[in-house]
């Protein structure tokens, strides 16, 4: 455990160094650029005054384009020596540190980060507004993944940002639902709710503090499809012991049964609902939808 400690001591040290390195550098590189952009301003400018004193005007109008287009190229900078380097240097001890070979399995936190996330480059993963607007039902749990970037469009690779998520009814505006926010440790975070009722609703996503782009996302929630059964554990228990009670999981028990029975071939293993056979309680009805597809009631 020692030596793992040691070890990670090291890695941080040499993060740090590099950084040092690379941004000591990044400033003389900006420096050389300064300088000869500095010999070029002056030589431009003494050049711009000897025509001044001894041209006349027709010779001034002939040069007075070159000049200026000598002048812009003095004011242009480098701009890829400024990208190289961020000024952000951060350690953040509540991070995982990936594994290294004298870890043995052991964990250990800290690590030293140069990005620094931009709410702007920040974004759910797919969701379309077609997605959006299909697919949310009422009181079934939805999940969306936010992926953080950093001022270079780059995915962050750590947590520890402060992401908040503001969700509200487009017509009770004063209520709002929760939204739980899970960090994912890789840059990414988990957002989920489950809406209560049907509407629209519109999606607020803060990260430090600030909006995101696309911001508000508009949600619509869709009633589900009703259920013409019951949700039991088996057609034997929810009819007393009625031999024409059916059920569409595909279960018969024996002995002139038509329905299901606990621990006989073909039941679910849990409760479940008799008109579709679907385990989850707060679902569409999948039968009741191919029934009236093929034009039949239920």
């Not at 300088?35 to 050049?47: K, M, P, V």
């Not at 840059?187 to 995101?212: C, H, N, W």
Request: proline share 4%; glycine share 10%; charged share 25%.
């Amino acid at each position: 455990y020692v030596a793992a400690l040691e070890e990670h001591r090291r890695a941080l040290l040499r993060q740090i160094a590099d950084v040092r390195q690379a941004k000591t550098e990044m400033l003389m590189a900006q420096k050389g650029d300064l300088e000869q952009r500095s010999q070029n301003a002056r030589a431009a400018i003494d050049f711009a005054e000897e025509i001044i004193n001894e041209g006349n005007e027709i010779e001034n109008l002939v040069f007075v384009s070159i000049l200026l287009k000598r002048f812009e190229q003095c004011l242009r900078s480098n701009r890829s020596l400024d990208c190289r380097v961020t000024d952000t240097l951060e350690f953040l001890p509540e991070e995982r540190t990936p594994c290294v070979r004298l870890q043995n399995r052991i964990p250990l936190y800290g690590v030293v980060t140069t990005q620094k996330v931009d709410p702007r480059n920040c974004s759910l993963d797919n969701c379309s507004e077609s997605a959006l607007a299909q697919g949310l039902k009422v009181h079934r749990r939805v999940e969306m993944t936010l992926v953080t970037k950093d001022y270079e469009g780059k995915p962050m690779t750590h947590g520890g940002i402060l992401v908040g998520g503001d969700l509200r009814y487009r017509d009770e505006e004063n209520r709002p639902v929760t939204v739980a926010v899970t960090d994912s440790r890789d840059g990414t975070y988990q957002l989920s709710f489950m809406p209560e009722r049907a509407g629209v609703m519109a999606l607020m996503i803060s990260v430090d503090g600030k909006l995101i782009e696309d911001c508000p996302y508009v949600l619509r929630i869709h009633n589900l499809r009703p259920h013409r059964g019951v949700y039991h554990c088996c057609s034997f228990c929810s009819s007393n012991g009625s031999k024409y009670a059916t059920c569409a999981c595909g279960s018969v028990m024996p002995g002139g049964y038509r329905g299901c029975g606990h621990g006989h071939e073909g039941h679910p293993g849990q409760r479940h609902w008799s008109c579709c056979g679907s385990v989850q309680e707060h679902s569409d009805c999948a039968g009741a939808w191919k029934k009236a597809g093929k034009g039949g009631g239920v």
